[in-house]
């Protein structure tokens, strides 16, 4: 079992949609990283967290700590938010990867 | 700051040629990794330096491939030789430090292909 899950793998959407990506993860972490990549492969760094929510414009990120989970959220979704959304865990000075949600958002 | 600068952006070698692949970090941050990415194992770590001095390479697939930080301002991943297999996306990053304080800032990455 991987340490960390992202769900769904590919999501599909129409322009204008709330996007839910999740990222469950079953080791004790330090923090919680949201990466997006998109076409092209350039990796930014979207939120980093350790609890609680971030918001960034139209992204918003949350974490459960309890529930060793954490969601990302895009509010009216754009055709430009189309990437690659990578959750990473920062566990015992090393980062554990989610194998990434890919999104498709169509105008 | 420019970012993480890495070059170059693409390499097309021949089997069994050296490859060396170089890396800038963001002046100040001391934490350098290297990943390499591929379609059938997503991002692996390969090493990552602190103040210059390599802390983890178990993630170096081969001794073909090394890595050194002569400074901290450089840094190369080298592969000797080179093998097809090799053909992935090599990204560099840097943060200030790991754990809660380490925001991870990535370079452009290195489209290695070996034919």
Known sequence: KNEVEQSPQNLTAQEGEFITI???????????????QHPGGGIVSLFML????K?????IATINIQEKHSSLHITASHPRDSAVYICAVSYNYQLIWGAGTKLIIKP | DAGV???????????????????KPISGHDYLFWYRQTMMRGLELLIYFNNNVPIDDSG?????FSAKM???SFSTLK???SEPRDSAVYFCASSLATGPAGELFFGEGSRLTVL
């Open chain 1, 50 to 53: 350790s609890s609680g929510k």
């Open chain 1, 22 to 36: 999740n990222c469950s993860y079953s080791v004790g972490i330090s923090a919680l990283h949201w990466l997006q």
């Open chain 2, 60 to 64: 170096m697939p081969e001794d073909r």
């Open chain 2, 79 to 81: 592969i000797q030789p």
């Open chain 2, 5 to 23: 600068i890495q070059s170059p952006r693409h390499e097309v070698t021949e089997m069994g040629q050296e490859v060396t692949l170089r890396c």
């Open chain 2, 70 to 72: 002569p400074n901290a």
């Open chain 1, 55 to 59: 918001k960034h414009g139209r992204l």
